[in-house]
C-alpha cells in the first residue's frame, strides 16, 4: 500500500529540495517526456525547442523542458541500463505525484499520468528488419530482474506471456526470473505508424546478456537463437535492449504511458552495424516530436 509520508532517507533530495538525481520538481517537468540514454542525445531535441524554460544537469541525468510548437515537452537523458530506470522512473512519478519538499503525497490534486517516450537504439534479432530501421515495443521482456523487487500487482503483467516464455527459454535456474509487460497501446496507436512492431527483450548488460561471446562465454550459447523462435499475440521477438522493461514495468504499476521506439543499429543475424546514425536519430526524434505534438 502506498503510503502519505516519507523520510528523508528513502525520498532523497537536493539541497534545494528538488528530486536528487533528476533534480527537477513537479511544475519543472511536462506531461509529455521524452527519455534518450546518452546525455549528449538531449541537444538533438533543442532544434525543436523554441523556448527551454528548465534545464538541469547532475551526472548521467540532463533535463530540459520547454515548448516545441506551442506544446510542453520535456527530455532526459538516463544513462545505460535498468538500474538507472529504476532511478529516473521512480523520481519522475514521485516529482509528478509528492510534494517532494515536504515528503508527503501531494493531495490537492489527482493522480498525475505521464506520457513517457523512449527514443534508443537497439539490436535487432530479425533478418528483415536491418539496421537503419525503427522498431516500436509493443511487448517487454525483462532479462534484467528489476521489477522482481517490487510487491508488484500481477494482474497489470502479462503472466500468460511469462508462463509460454519461461517453458519455450528454459533458461538456467540461476539467472533472475523474467517478467513480461506490455507497453501504452494509446501511445502505440498514437506514434508508431508505419514502424516494425514486435517484442523487445531487455538485458542487464550489452555483451553476454546480448549472447555476444568475447573472452567470456554466455551461459547461454544460443540465447539468441532462442529468443528469436518466440513469439506472443501475432509478434516476434524483434530487437534487444537495456532498459524498455524497467519503463514498461514502472508505468504499469504506477498508472503511467510508456512506449519505447528504437533505431536498429546492429543487426545480429547478418552481423552489421551502423556506425553514424547522427541523421537518422535526428530524423526520427523530428517524427516522434510531430507526431506527439499533434494530438
Not at 528513502?10 to 534545494?16: A, G
Not at 517487454?140 to 509460454?164: I, K, R
Request: glycine content about 10%; charged content about 20%; some cysteine.
Amino acid at each position: 500500500m502506498q503510503k502519505d509520508s516519507y523520510e528523508s532517507s528513502e525520498l532523497v533530495l537536493s539541497p534545494d529540495g528538488r528530486l536528487y538525481h533528476i533534480h527537477a520538481v513537479g511544475e519543472e517537468l511536462a506531461d509529455d517526456i521524452f527519455l534518450v540514454g546518452d546525455p549528449g542525445r538531449v541537444d538533438m531535441f533543442r532544434d525543436f525547442f523554441e523556448t527551454v524554460d528548465y534545464e538541469s544537469s547532475n551526472r548521467e541525468m540532463r533535463l530540459l523542458t520547454g515548448l516545441c510548437r506551442g506544446h510542453r515537452v520535456s527530455v532526459l537523458s538516463t544513462g545505460m541500463g535498468c538500474d538507472n530506470i529504476d532511478i529516473v522512473m521512480t523520481e519522475l512519478d514521485a516529482a509528478a505525484n509528492l510534494v517532494a519538499h515536504r515528503g508527503e503525497v501531494d493531495a490537492s490534486h489527482p493522480h498525475r499520468s505521464l506520457n513517457i517516450v523512449r527514443i534508443g537504439t537497439c539490436g535487432s534479432l530479425c533478418a528483415q528488419v536491418g539496421t537503419g530501421s525503427v522498431v516500436a515495443s509493443a511487448y517487454a521482456v525483462g532479462l534484467d530482474g528489476l521489477m522482481n523487487y517490487y510487491a508488484c500487482d500481477n494482474s497489470l503483467f502479462e503472466e500468460d506471456m511469462l508462463a509460454a516464455f519461461e517453458a519455450h527459454m528454459g533458461l538456467p535456474a540461476g539467472q533472475a526470473r523474467p517478467y513480461c509487460v506490455r507497453g501504452s497501446e494509446a501511445l502505440l496507436r498514437r506514434m508508431a505508424e508505419g514502424m516494425h512492431k514486435g517484442i523487445t527483450v531487455t538485458a542487464p548488460g550489452f555483451y553476454g546478456p546480448q549472447g555476444r561471446n568475447i573472452r567470456l562465454r554466455p551461459a547461454v550459447a544460443d540465447l539468441n537463437e532462442r529468443l528469436m523462435a518466440f513469439g506472443w499475440n501475432g509478434l516476434s521477438v524483434t530487437n534487444l535492449e537495456m532498459e524498455t522493461s524497467a519503463i514498461y514495468g514502472f508505468a504499469r504499476q504506477l498508472g503511467h504511458q510508456a512506449l519505447t521506439v528504437c533505431l536498429v543499429i546492429a543487426n545480429r543475424v547478418d552481423g552489421t552495424f551502423l556506425n553514424d546514425y547522427h541523421d537518422q536519430m535526428h530524423a526520427l526524434i523530428d517524427k516522434l516530436m510531430s507526431r506527439l505534438v499533434a494530438s
